[in-house]
């Protein structure tokens, strides 16, 4: 939905001046979206329901622009409305056949943390609100991706020199709200096998620690798609260096994931999926198993959406049962 579009082009003589600064249009836009959630068991009873009900209250302004070497650059702000300030911002540069580079401040994805769960759902994941629930996946933060396609298979390349820096920040400043910690990289990649409707995705990556050790990350998986049926599965792997190492600042907990799922398409309007996610840690010999339902139907401008998850021995406690149920309207302009 197009709010309001605001021209950059009017600045003031002076600026004009003494600034070689891109000039453009950028556009605003929401949706409108109405939730219920409801939440209940063990894991859940610390988190308080004042109401059940809420409305989407995120803006994105957006805006690009193509630069006489025929590259295209474009920017993104997610504007946080009770404060005014941005919650996210990227900035991406297009170059044609040589990919992409994207800086993200605060949630840049891609890597291999683009394939952390890629099931097909017709609204969340198995695991959404579940309180403390685990999952070996890669960290998301601020840093740089590099993508592109060889030989039919995309592929993403990420770097952060320190994940945990999240805070808001402008050209020039730096974030002190967080610890230092190593630097993060990452490889994921996609390869849709010929024309079979077989899609094959891994890749393998560390984050860096504030105690200067590191997390390392694997993913391998495959999602299959014929008539209206996608099925996937997956197995992500996450070893602490911390584990084992006496006095060491985290956990040190190793963990395995699998997530396994179907979703299938009963009409143009209305799709149906379920999934399974199973957490193991070498902390304990109790896995976290969760699972949940997800429907979508859509009419006209009109989308319902509603999912119902639970979960046994939430992050990985013996008897920490949870459960979550929402229900999301909304409406296209």
């Known amino acids: 939905m197009n709010i309001k579009k605001i021209g950059l082009t009017a600045l003031a003589g002076s600026l004009i001046a003494t600034t070689t600064g891109f000039a453009g249009e950028v556009s605003i836009s929401g949706a409108a979206k109405l939730s219920y959630k409801d939440i209940a068991g063990t894991a859940n009873v610390a988190t308080t329901e004042a109401g059940v009900f809420a409305m989407d209250q995120e803006l994105t302004a957006s805006g690009s622009a193509e630069l006489d070497n025929g590259m295209t650059i474009s920017l993104s702000h997610g504007l946080a409305v009770s404060g005014g300030s941005s919650d996210t911002s990227s900035l991406t540069l297009d170059m044609g ?39 070996a996946a890669m960290a998301t933060g601020q840093g740089f991706a590099y993508n592109n396609t060889f030989a039919g298979a995309a592929v993403s390349l990420v770097y952060s020199d320190n994940l945990g820096a999240t805070a808001d920040r402008s050209d020039g400043g730096q974030d002190t709200t967080s610890a230092g910690a190593s630097s993060s ?83 143009d309007n209305l799709s ?62």
């Open 97 to 135: 056949d040589m990919g992409s580079i994207t800086y993200n401040d605060t949630d840049l994805g891609n890597g291999l943390r683009a394939l952390k769960d890629k099931t097909p759902s017709a609204y969340e994941d198995a695991i959404d609100g579940i309180t403390g629930a685990v999952q």
């Open 185 to 267: 990289s990452s490889i994921g990649v996609t390869y849709p096998v010929l024309d079979l409707g077989l899609t094959v995705y891994g890749g393998v990556g560390s984050a860096g620690q504030a105690d200067g050790k590191e997390h390392d990350h694997n993913t391998l998986g495959a999602t299959y798609a014929f008539g209206p049926m996608t099925i996937n599965y997956q197995r992500n792997g996450m070893d602490d260096s911390d584990n084992g190492v006496t006095g060491a600042v985290s956990n040190g907990a190793d963990l395995t994931t699998h997530i396994m799922g179907v979703s299938f398409m009963v009409n």
């Open 272 to 333: 149906v999926s379920y999934a399974e996610h199973d957490t193991a840690t070498s902390l304990s010999n109790v896995d976290q198993e969760a699972a949940g339902f997800s429907i979508a139907y859509s009419m006209g401008g009109m989308t319902l959406s509603a999912y119902h998850n639970e979960a046994d021995n939430a992050a990985n406690v013996s008897g920490s049962g949870a459960e979550a149920t929402e229900i999301l309207l909304s409406f296209a302009f």
